[in-house]
Structure formats: structure tokens, C-alpha cells
């Protein structure tokens, strides 16, 4: 038994990594660094994006409420007159209208 021992310790090698296989495991290790860098980067520009979007849905909800508000309101004079001025260019009678440029 002991002989048997013997014969599978010196027919046991250990493999040793010569250094082409070692450049080889660098270059794979650097190329995983460089994927995991630019992944991460890929990932802070997409929250950026998300929270710019996320602020951009929020001005529509707000904007969407306000909307509804004036809906729920009814159509007032006040709201048709300024609408008509805001929108139409609207001028009572005797009021003056300055222009700054030409349109």
C-alpha cells in the first residue's frame, strides 16, 4: 500500500503557467477591466437619462393637472379672454399694441 503511494506522488506533476500563458491571463484580465469600466460608465449615463426623463414626466403631470383644473373650472371669461390674447393676439377696442420686431 505504501508502494502505491509512492508510485501516484511521483507520477503526479504539477503544471506550472509559463509566461506566454501568464501575458495571455493579463491581456483577458485588462479586456474584463476595460468592459467592466465602460459598462459602468454606459450605466451612470443611463441614470443621468432617467432622472432627466423622470423630471420631464413630472413637468407633464403637473402640467396635465393644471389643465384638468381649468377644465373642471369651466370655460370663464377671464380664462376665454386670456387664452384669446395669449394664443390669438385678441386687442380691445382703444388698447395699443407695441411690436418689437418684425414677425
Keep these: 500500500m505504501a508502494k502505491k503511494k509512492e508510485a501516484a506522488g511521483k507520477n503526479r506533476?504539477?503544471?506550472?503557467?509559463?509566461?506566454?500563458?501568464?501575458?495571455?491571463?493579463?491581456v483577458l484580465l485588462l479586456g474584463i477591466g476595460w468592459q467592466l469600466y465602460r459598462l459602468?460608465?454606459?450605466?451612470?449615463?443611463?441614470?443621468?437619462?432617467?432622472?432627466l426623463l423622470a423630471g420631464q414626466v413630472e413637468?407633464?403631470?403637473?402640467?396635465n393637472s393644471a389643465?384638468?383644473?381649468?377644465?373642471?373650472?369651466?370655460?370663464?371669461?377671464?380664462?376665454?379672454e386670456e387664452i384669446a390674447r395669449n394664443e390669438l393676439g385678441?386687442?380691445?377696442?382703444?388698447?395699443?399694441?407695441?411690436?418689437?420686431?418684425?414677425d
Design 13 to 26: 506533476r504539477i503544471l506550472r503557467a509559463g509566461p506566454l500563458t501568464k501575458l495571455l491571463l493579463l
Design 40 to 51: 459602468q460608465s454606459q450605466v451612470e449615463a443611463a441614470q443621468v437619462e432617467k432622472d
Design 59 to 63: 413637468a407633464k403631470r403637473q402640467e
Design 67 to 80: 389643465l384638468a383644473a381649468d377644465i373642471a373650472a369651466g370655460g370663464t371669461q377671464e380664462k376665454m
Design 90 to 102: 385678441m386687442v380691445f377696442p382703444g388698447e395699443y399694441v407695441l411690436c418689437d420686431g418684425i
